[in-house]
């Protein structure tokens, strides 16, 4: 294979390798771009590392999802919730609680009950929550490890509970390890690692933007739980806001 510092010498032994009768290297898009003439005289162009750069890309746009589709996917983790799931009224939803309580995995929903998600998710938990998603287009979904939870912010509603600042920006690590300031329920994700796990136990976390900062947005039990694990290796999946690179470097593929 070759390495992203291939050189002219490299790309001759690469075709000399194919029976190739000569090549010619350029740099197009500062990818280097060898076109080889074929022993029955056609002229094709290989690309080789400029494949390598696409299927690296393509690798990283898998993971990348719609905002709608997050908030689709929210919407539907929490049809069966108790403090809720009963928020979500109308047409079509009766049909979806049934989709969850058969397990039915988010993927095999169609079109129609995305666009019902997501209408339900802004009548639910719009007015409240997508002030932290304006200007987010899409997402990412990566793996966290116990340190990146730790530096992500949680949001105003969160911060009540450890502080009279309601806009005191407080890190998931602060918010965790203070003491509360006011009651709490004891359904209250701050309690989540003494209760029995959902069956959405598994669903990505999403992260949004506070004033700029990184800030949790869903998944606090979820949170809560593996945080309490203490394990420095493990990880959980997030959703955190995508923000594309005008273009792709080489470096970010080996």
């Known amino acids: 294979m070759l390495k992203p ?32 003439k074929c022993r029955y005289g056609s ?12 299927a690296g890309r393509r690798k990283c746009m898998a993971d990348v999802v719609s905002s709608d589709y997050v908030r689709a996917r929210w919407a539907y983790s929490e049809l069966l919730s108790v403090g809720h799931g009963h928020l979500y009224l109308g047409e079509g939803v009766p049909e979806l609680r049934e989709k969850v309580r058969q397990k039915v995995p988010f993927g095999e929903l169609g079109k129609a009950e995305h666009y019902l998600l997501v209408d339900q998710f802004d009548r639910v938990r719009g007015r409240y929550l997508n002030r932290y998603l304006i200007g987010i287009a899409s997402f990412q979904l990566v793996r966290w490890t116990r340190d990146n939870l730790a530096a992500v912010h949680v949001i105003p509603y969160f911060v009540r509970d450890v502080s009279s600042l309601e806009y ?7 918010w965790i390890e203070a003491e509360p300031v ?10 989540a690692a003494y209760g029995a796990a959902p069956p959405t136990q598994d669903d990505p976390l999403a992260v949004g933007k506070y004033s700029d900062l990184p800030a949790l947005l869903d998944g606090y039990h979820r ?18 806001p995508f923000e594309a690179k005008e273009a792709l470097h080489l470096s970010d593929l080996f």
């Open 223 to 240: 949170a809560v739980r593996f945080w309490s694990r203490n394990d420095p290796d493990a990880t959980l999946p997030v959703y955190v």
């Open 5 to 36: 510092a291939a050189s002219d010498a490299a790309a001759a032994t690469f075709l000399s390798y194919c029976g190739s009768g000569f090549a010619i290297t350029a740099r197009i898009n500062g990818l280097l771009a060898i076109a080889m």
């Open 168 to 174: 005191l920006k407080v890190t998931f690590k602060q």
């Open 182 to 191: 006011r009651p709490l329920h004891q359904d209250h994700a701050r309690y």
């Open 43 to 54: 002229l094709g162009i290989l690309y080789l590392l400029y494949d390598y750069a696409h």
